[in-house]
């Protein structure tokens, strides 16, 4: 049998390890997986030797600011981002012109993925609808559902402002009558607005250096996430704790996941919980922009969460704003976050080869639990026969460094981690049989990315 596509020689993730096979792909599906002394012959031919074909990564938690911002991202600069480090499929989040709280908006940010995603794509809906449109995002496919506990400043005033826990509450309880998780960025204003004026009664000005490392704190996010848990349990809803990278945030997830009362799964995302970068390479002006960053969480308990499963998954929070948009003079009033999806894949890999996790766990929380959590598996997360080809081929003995001279997709040009030197690499990405990034070099089509939902994943 001629395959449409063959990787041959790559050590293989299946459910019961690493394997060396090799892999034949029939249109979108893998059609076999072969024992080394078992020839395929392929239209296009990979050769994997000394590499690992692990499922496709998924990024649950992107910003790709499709609809209504793409001066700062959209579907097609943006999946170009994560094809270039190896990711197949990505979650983007709410924050959004229009706020995809009604069926009408949500599919809006659909139909912008389905012509321009180069990957595939499942978009976060809003839960600050009525509960009908609650449920009728849900019935069209959205894996889960995002708020965001945040005061309405720049550049956070896409997400309906701030707050109150009582519309939380509702929320979740409309959520809950769907059956899907919902997510919130924990938050809490007072700690937020004594930060700033603490700065004030120093005589301090504004800036992100004065300010930004006093947000975002353990105290804040832990306590914001434990109001959030009880209005989660008592809704009986599905909760995601995303962000948990914060000391108690962490043992409050333990704690709960211990007790088994409450449904819940976790991530942190990496863009601001590790190794944020004080500032970022703009390639077009050849300058640097500062941007500092939140209150420093502690990297070691994080990866020991994930290495004990406490934490499920992790997401990127490529989180892009155009060049022009921030202001390290005014801390209330500038970009937050930046573009990192170039890099996302690669970075996680080299976490392996530096000891942070095993690849058996990179593999469960880049592709495996997601998958399993939202309904999508074994279509997703999986390299059974049958399955969509995806995969994510990793040369774990690449050694290189994160330059000013290298390529990247997204729409704002940026660069972070210059300097960082990197051990690991990703050289390939597959989506559905299509090799979209071969080492380095993409070959990618708008519009090849699909909507992926549990229901089209039966």
């Known amino acids: ?25 029939a249109g979108e599906k893998i059609a076999v997986l072969a024992e080394p002394g078992v020839e395929l012959e392929g239209n296009k031919v990979i050769d994997a030797a000394g590499k690992y074909v692990l499922p496709g990564f998924i990024d649950c938690h992107c910003h790709l600011r499709d609809p209504g911002l793409t001066h700062k991202e959209d579907f097609y600069t943006g999946t170009m981002a994560a094809a270039h480090s190896g990711i197949t499929m990505v979650c983007p989040q709410p924050n959004i012109k229009p706020v995809p709280s009604t069926l009408e908006a949500y599919m809006e940010e659909v139909k912008a993925g389905e012509e321009r995603a180069v990957i595939d794509f499942n978009p976060i809906g809003c839960p600050l609808g009525t509960p009908e449109d609650v449920k009728q995002i849900a019935e069209a496919g959205s894996a889960w559902f995002k708020l965001f506990e945040k005061v309405a400043t720049y550049p956070y005033n896409t997400t309906a402002g701030t707050l109150d826990t009582h519309r939380i509450y509702e929320a979740f309880r409309a959520v809950a009558a769907t059956g899907k998780y919902c997510s919130v960025h924990p938050f809490d204003k007072y700690f937020f607005d004594a930060a700033v004026e603490k700065i004030k009664a120093e005589g301090k000005p504004l800036t992100l250096e004065n300010v930004r490392h006093l947000w975002y704190s353990d105290e804040e996010m832990t306590g914001a996430a434990y109001q959030l848990s009880y209005y989660a349990k008592k809704a009986g809803l599905k909760w995601y704790a995303m962000h948990a990278w914060m000391p108690g945030y962490i043992d409050l997830v333990r704690m709960l996941k211990e007790r088994g009362e409450m449904t819940i799964v976790s991530s942190f995302e990496y863009m601001p919980a590790m190794d944020a970068s004080d500032e970022i390479y703009h390639i077009d002006s050849g300058k640097y922009i500062y941007l500092n960053h939140d209150a420093k969480p502690d990297k070691a308990k994080i990866w020991e969460a994930v290495r004990d499963g406490t934490i499920d998954m992790i997401g990127s929070d490529h989180a892009p704003h155009a060049p022009e948009e921030y202001h390290p003079e005014d801390a209330l009033h500038t970009g937050a976050g930046f573009a990192m999806l170039d890099y996302f894949g690669h970075l996680l890999v080299s976490h392996v080869n530096e000891g942070d996790l095993s690849l058996e766990r990179l593999v469960e929380v880049t592709s495996v639990n997601f998958a399993k959590t939202f309904g999508m598996y074994p279509r997703k997360g999986s390299n059974l026969p049958g399955t969509d080809a995806d995969f994510t081929i990793v040369d774990l003995n690449q050694e290189w460094e994160i330059s000013e001279k290298d390529t990247v997709y997204t729409k704002t040009q940026t660069i972070p981690y210059v300097g960082r030197k990197m051990h690991g690499k990703v050289t390939g990405t597959v989506v559905r049989g299509r090799v979209v990034m071969d080492n380095g070099v993409m070959d990618a089509q708008p519009g090849w990315g699909k909507m992926i939902t549990a229901e089209n994943s039966k």
């Open 1 to 25: 049998m001629q395959f449409d596509l063959v990787i041959k020689n790559g050590t293989v993730y299946t459910e019961k390890g690493f394997h060396k096979l090799n892999v034949g792909v």
